[in-house]
């Protein structure tokens, strides 16, 4: 069995608690307008293109043994139905323009790479977390990584926004020690405008986790973009989907950053993502407050 990866981070400190290595899974089932990792939502293999760096040589045109490149002096053509990613267009570039999203691991391959770094993880109080993408989607594999860690005694978190079938999430639960809620949106229209879907289903799941008898921890992390889903109104139905919930650790309020813009421009195939704005910081504070006032675990932003 293998999983697509599309970036390994070590040494990462904003995945969870101590020092960690993430795993980022490629692939994802919503859309999201501020999405930092484009390159994670297509399920395959993506070749990567920087124009800047390009100066049409067409070095990656002699090399490619699938005659998929066409280059001449002001352009550059890929034709993706007929390429194997054999990364050898890569290779060939002399001027860094070309890369490859995603690798295969098998769950044992990528295992040994995370227990590399195990003494940093055990030093740290850290671990291994799984990110995306929707990570919860390659769910054998991720669920065969978790089970080796496991075994290997690493703590183990999973980033998901929750949106997939329950039994994709109960079969992690036994080998999580914490989960990663992403929480996008409280509007229904508004979520299916942002995200790509209604938010009905994250809601069911939430409310499964909290009613489980043996849960893993909990951080929620929520999003917030100027305009799309900052609107205070919405904090007491947040409140509400959030309270009585005994495994929630921890609150995060991340405000909007702009990392996936670059990375979208460098999609082959695939459209280009929009610049947002990060909410005023009276709004940033208005959350934190409200929602500490609710007495959420919210942590200081
Ligand atoms: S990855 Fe291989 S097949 Fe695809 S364009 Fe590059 S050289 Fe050609
Ligand atoms: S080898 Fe690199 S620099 Fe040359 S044409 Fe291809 S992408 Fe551009």
């Not at 929750?162 to 996008?184: C, G």
């Not at 921890?250 to 947002?276: F, M, N, P, T």
């Amino acid at each position: 069995m293998n999983g697509l990866i599309f970036n390994l981070q070590r040494f990462s400190t904003k995945d969870g608690p101590g020092i960690r290595s993430t795993a980022f899974l490629k692939g994802c089932n919503l859309n999201c307008l501020w999405c930092h990792n484009p390159e994670s939502i297509n399920g395959h293999k993506e070749l990567k293109y920087i124009e800047s760096a390009c100066v049409h040589c067409g070095a990656c045109a002699s090399a490619c043994p699938q005659n998929c490149l066409v280059v001449d002096e002001t352009s550059w053509h890929w034709e993706e139905h007929s390429c194997i990613f054999c990364g050898d267009c890569v290779q060939a570039c002399p001027h860094d323009a070309l890369g490859l999203w995603g690798e295969d691991y098998t769950p044992r391959q990528l295992t040994d790479e995370l227990l590399k770094d195990r003494e940093y993880y055990g030093d740290s109080g850290g671990g291994v977390t799984f990110s995306g993408g929707e990570a919860l989607l390659q769910n054998e594999f991720l669920f065969e990584c978790l089970s080796l860690l496991k075994d290997a005694g690493i703590h183990t978190a999973v980033d998901t926004a929750l949106s997939v079938e329950w039994p994709l999430i109960e079969k992690v639960l036994p080998v999580t020690d914490l989960f990663l809620i992403d929480v996008k949106g409280m509007d229904t229209e508004a979520h299916l405008k942002n995200i790509g879907v209604e938010p009905q289903l994250i809601r069911e799941n939430i409310g499964r986790m909290k009613t489980l008898a043996e849960s893993p921890e909990v951080h929620v992390r929520i999003p917030l973009v100027k305009g799309l889903n900052d609107d205070p109104a919405l904090i007491p139905e947040m409140i509400k989907l959030l309270r009585g919930w005994k495994a929630l650790k921890r609150v995060e309020l991340l405000s909007y950053h702009s990392l996936g813009v670059d990375k979208s421009a460098q999609l082959v195939a695939g459209g280009e993502q929009e610049l947002l704005e990060a909410p005023d910081r009276e709004i940033m504070d208005e959350f934190f407050l409200k929602l500490t006032a609710a007495e959420l675990p919210v942590a200081k932003h």
